[in-house]
């Protein structure tokens, strides 16, 4: 097998189960490999440390094992497995009530650069990596053998391969063809996931858990929901009682879908309306308006997609934070969230807090969340955690 083999002292990362070797700690690569290869990473004694898919860029190896085993099918079907049984045994799969949720979430899974959401028979698989795009039709059939209810698998890796590999990916059925029924059952909710078109696998599985416990407080209250989306916070407002809700996003299709998920819950429910609109130019409008809200959800796009982004991704949720606190009325709750990466729990409260203090309004926190179960983080890969969300009572 071709070999990567490190320099001194660079192996205590790998000794701790991180998954990644990065170019710099690299002596030397015997047997030139090509991207997406498979290759065994030895220490600077030659002592076998890991197996991982080589690739182009500053990480240069994601490990997939630390055992020195054959990666063939059968290694690719275990892995399947223990996914599917932890999401069983979380209970996470209830016919008549929940179908949608995440079968693999990368290193969490200690499968990096995979990524497999499941919609009642289908599974959506996206590739982050040119070694797992090259081992699709194995974990295409792998899932569908593990997983009873999956028939289709979806592969959706157009936007999602690095760009330097030469190669074109298409999306499109690897098993099974388009079912009829394009919708996904959430916590006894139905939602229309559009995988063939929709942003990343078509739907925010990650936010299943804060939806819920929103629809606990959302009793009697007004509600802004905004980068809507698909709705989702929308529908279990609705659900938990909510005297009206409103949806805010700059995507006309995501205003579209989030008007059909409201109709097939709550059909014609005049407490819902939309607005196809700019969140910030929303936001103002408000304030000449004199309107308050009750509850606000800000669950904006990762403004960070990498570190020479932060600073102005923290000014970012600073001001977008600032501008709810104007909004909300006194006694009020805000859920806010942000699923950069590359932004800290503590950064990301601390944008929160300078917004709090602009607004010179007493704030309490009543919740601090984080990913689902099913989006776990690999305790060796802390850089997995991602989703940091902070539910604030607002005097
Ligand atoms: N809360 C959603 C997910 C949000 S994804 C859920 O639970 O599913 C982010 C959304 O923000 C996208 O739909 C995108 O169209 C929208 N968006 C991006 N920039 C925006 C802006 N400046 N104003 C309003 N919406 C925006």
């Not at 170019?23 to 002596?27: K, P, T, V």
């Not at 179960?373 to 983080?377: G, N, R, S, V, W």
């Given at each position: 097998m071709i070999t990567v083999q490190l320099k001194p002292k660079k192996e205590e990362s790998l000794q701790r189960f991180h998954p990644w070797v990065f170019?710099?700690?690299?002596?030397r690569i015997e047997g030139n490999p090509a991207e997406g290869d498979l290759v065994e990473v030895l220490d600077s004694n030659r002592n076998f440390l890991a197996v991982g898919h080589y690739q182009i860029g500053s990480i240069s190896v994601r490990v997939i094992?630390?055992?020195?085993?054959e990666i063939d099918s059968a290694f690719w079907t275990k892995k399947i497995q223990n996914a599917y049984t932890m999401r069983q045994s979380l209970g996470?799969?209830?016919?008549?009530?929940n179908n949608t949720y995440r079968l693999i979430h990368g290193e969490g899974d200690s499968l990096p650069g995979l990524i497999v959401d499941i919609y009642d028979d289908t599974a959506v698989m996206q590739a982050h990596s040119i070694g797992m795009h090259e081992t699709r039709q194995i974990l295409a059939k792998a899932i569908v053998a593990n997983?009873?209810?999956?028939k289709n698998v979806y592969y959706k890796s157009e936007t999602t391969l690095?760009?330097?590999?030469?190669i074109e990916p298409e999306d499109g059925y690897l098993i099974g063809n388009e079912t009829l029924n394009l919708t996904a059952l959430e916590n006894g909710l139905l939602f229309h996931v559009?995988?063939?078109?929709?942003?990343?696998?078509?739907?925010?599985?990650?936010q299943r858990e804060n939806r819920s416990l929103l629809e606990r407080y959302s009793a009697g209250k007004s509600v802004l929901n905004m980068f809507c989306y698909t709705g989702g916070f929308s529908v279990y407002a609705l659900r938990g009682g909510a005297k009206l809700v409103h949806s805010v996003d700059s995507s006309a299709k995501a205003i579209d879908l989030t008007d059909k998920n409201v109709a097939i819950n709550y059909?014609?429910?005049?407490r819902h309306k939309s607005f196809a609109e700019d969140a910030f130019k929303y936001l103002n409008n408000l304030q000449t308006l004199d309107q308050k809200y009750d509850l606000i959800i800000l669950d904006p796009p990762?403004?960070?997609?990498?570190?020479?982004a932060l600073r102005n991704a923290l000014k970012g949720y600073k001001r977008l934070n600032a501008k709810a606190f104007e909004q909300i009325k006194p006694g009020g709750i805000l859920f806010t969230f942000s699923c950069s990466q590359v932004v800290s729990k503590d950064q990301f409260r601390l944008a929160v807090f300078s917004a709090a203090a602009e607004s010179k309004r007493n704030v309490r926190i009543l919740h601090q969340l984080s990913q689902p179960?099913?989006?776990?983080?690999n305790i060796y890969h802390?850089?997995?955690?991602y989703l940091k969300g902070l539910v604030l009572w607002v005097e």
């Open positions: 170019s710099g700690a690299i002596q094992s630390f055992d020195k085993i996470l799969i209830k016919h008549g009530f997983v009873p209810e999956v690095p760009f330097k590999a030469a559009d995988w063939l078109k929709g942003q990343k696998t078509g739907f925010f599985v990650d059909p014609n429910d005049i990762a403004f960070a997609k990498h570190r020479e179960a099913d989006h776990p983080i802390p850089e997995g955690e």
